[in-house]
């Protein structure tokens, strides 16, 4: 599961922000109302769900693509080479662009925490370590200051044949996986198949075994939020594809048609449950995200993992984004980290003051997030929906105008 993210110098990130999935200290009758949006893990509370909520250019989404950045980092970095310029921006203002953007995922792994985190420019890594908890104290297994490492004795077989195939381009954590280091592979497998980053796109290539695996599940959930469609029918279909062939040694580029392979999907509605629809081309986006949310989502809470999705609830009923939810936190261990500019979700009777993050820009126009447990006097029976409107969390887009206004505006 995952316990924390850090995340400092990355577009509109500035100065070190927290999100930080270990529950807060709330004792209230409310709070042991939700019970279940929680996860009981080595004698802590760890939240199940945490929505991020402000005005559109906060920064939400770039707290979703640092994430996703870091991740792609660890599965991508083995392969770079010298000419190498990493594709992110730090905070542009105030001299930042000079300084490093720094990572940091606290997570647990096979029972075990671990503290993983590296510090990069856009030319190399700057610094990079890993430690874990044994018996809950902080112990180091690497670090790395430039080209200068430092191991526990014993923690990675033969680290320094490691070190001679790290270049300033490679995270120590990816070369060593590459190079069959047991921990290594096992924390790379983790970020792989823990982390999940985004929803199923229709034309993802394990699209077709997440679908076998849950189509049941997925019908009925559907027949939950109302849908009509009473069956999904899977079909690999030939199609004509245009390629291109690079011709060795001249300057032509002759293309061909290619039949490949495409998957596509059918739904039948319980009025005409003969007829198929094509989903790409006939259903609606709201049920083509539903679909995709469904299969992802069924895939987390059956197999503990962690999701993350930048507004989630884009083309969704505000009922279906609740549904979404309640099939988080009614699984045993999965996780969801999502941006929202659904206003009903903040709700204390559906989520605890410390799954409600806003999200809001400074004077500077870096991001800062904060927490509604942070507002010591806002108390459970208080309206939080209301009180957000109303700007008492700040967060909230300033929007000055009248049909009057525009009016005038129009005219000018």
């Known amino acids: 599961m995952l316990l924390k993210i850090e995340l400092e110098n990355f577009f509109s990130i500035k100065e070190k922000i927290t999100i930080d999935f270990r529950a807060g200290n709330i004792n209230t009758k409310q709070a042991r109302l939700l019970e279940q949006n929680t996860i009981e893990w080595n004698g802590q509370k760890v939240l199940k769900s945490i929505g991020l909520f402000g005005p559109n250019a906060s920064g939400k989404s770039n707290i979703v693509k640092a994430i996703r950045f870091c991740c792609h980092l660890i599965f991508q970095s083995h392969l770079h080479n010298e000419n190498t310029i990493f594709n992110f921006q730090p905070f542009k203002f105030d001299g930042w662009d000079q300084k490093p953007s720094r990572f940091l995922v606290d997570f647990v792994c096979d029972n075990v925490e671990y ?8 030319n190399e890594i700057l ?43 490679n995270l120590f954590l990816s070369r060593a ?35 076998v695996k849950n189509k049941k599940v997925v019908l009925e959930a559907l027949n939950v939020c109302d849908s009509d469609i009473c069956d999904i029918e ?25 039949e490949v392979d495409v998957i596509k999907f059918f739904t039948y509605h319980k009025f005409a449950p003969k007829i198929p629809f094509d989903m790409m081309a006939e259903e609606s986006s709201g049920t083509k995200q539903l679909f ?57 009777d559906r989520l605890r003051k410390d799954q409600i993050l806003f999200v809001n820009k400074k004077d500077d126009g870096s991001t800062d997030v904060y927490s509604l447990f942070d507002f010591k006097d806002f108390r459970d029976n208080m309206d939080a929906e209301k009180g957000y409107k109303q ?20 005219e000018d």
Do not use: C, W
């Open 391 to 410: 700007g008492r969390f700040d967060a909230i887009p300033i929007v000055s105008s009248s049909v009057g206004s525009l009016k005038k505006l129009l």
């Open 127 to 169: 610094e990079e370590s890993l430690y874990y908890y044994p018996k809950k104290r902080r112990a180091k297994i690497y670090s790395r200051k430039g080209k200068e490492f430092s191991f526990a004795e014993g923690a990675i077989p033969r680290a320094n044949d490691v070190v001679f195939n790290t270049s300033s381009k």
């Open 115 to 122: 503290e993983y985190s590296f510090a990069l420019n856009r």
């Open 292 to 348: 995709g949310m469904l299969l992802r989502l069924l895939d987390v809470v059956r197999n503990k993992k962690t999701l993350m999705v930048d507004e989630f609830d884009i083309s969704l009923h505000t009922f279906l984004a609740d549904f979404i939810l309640d099939l988080i936190h009614a699984s045993s261990n999965s996780q969801l980290l999502f941006t929202s500019h659904n206003t009903s979700l903040i709700d204390t």
């Open 177 to 211: 996986s590459s190079m069959n280091r047991e921990l290594a592979q096992k924390l790379f497998m983790y970020f792989l198949n823990t982390f999940m980053l985004d929803l199923v796109q229709l034309n993802d290539s394990n699209i077709e075994e997440l679908f």
């Open 234 to 258: 899977i079909r690999k279909e030939k199609v004509q594809q245009l390629s291109l062939n690079i011709a060795i040694g001249t300057n032509a580029a002759p293309s061909e048609l290619k």
